[in-house]
């Protein structure tokens, strides 16, 4: 399983970035897939999470109405829309899997770190 994020930048307060992360080795419909974030000093927040076979998905209460998860299955694709950007999301922001096998219940929740099975290098995102 590769993970490769992209997309991240220096945005002005109030902006808006789209990341990517490109899968290989993993079908999503068999993944919940995350969007995690890790500002400095700061332990890894999960902040959004994707079950595409249902395209059912997770918010964390800090980014829930400004960000939006989704994906492209086509591309095995996984995208992350960053709206309405404050200061406070500076971070560097990872793409991360864990097989849904594990799992009884496939509604989408917040997941602890060690759930995670696969992880990417990450991408900077800094709103000043």
């Known amino acids: 399983v590769q993970l490769v994020e992209s997309g991240g930048g220096l945005v002005q307060p109030g902006g808006s970035l789209r990341l990517s992360c490109a899968a290989s080795g993993l079908a999503f419909s068999s993944y919940f897939v995350s969007w995690v974030r890790q500002a400095p000093g700061k332990a890894r927040e999960g902040i959004a999470v994707i079950y595409s076979a249902e395209s059912s998905t997770y918010y964390a209460d800090s980014v829930k109405g400004r960000f939006t998860i989704s994906h492209d299955i086509a591309k095995n694709t996984l995208y992350l829309q960053m709206n309405s950007l404050k200061p406070e999301d500076t971070a560097m922001y990872y793409c991360?899997?864990?097989?849904?096998?594990?799992?009884?219940?496939?509604?989408?929740?917040?997941?602890?770190?060690?759930?995670?099975?696969?992880w990417g290098l990450g991408t900077q995102v800094t709103v000043s």
């Open positions: 991360a899997a864990v097989p849904i096998g594990l799992y009884a219940d496939l509604t989408p929740r917040y997941l602890s770190m060690y759930e995670y099975r696969a």
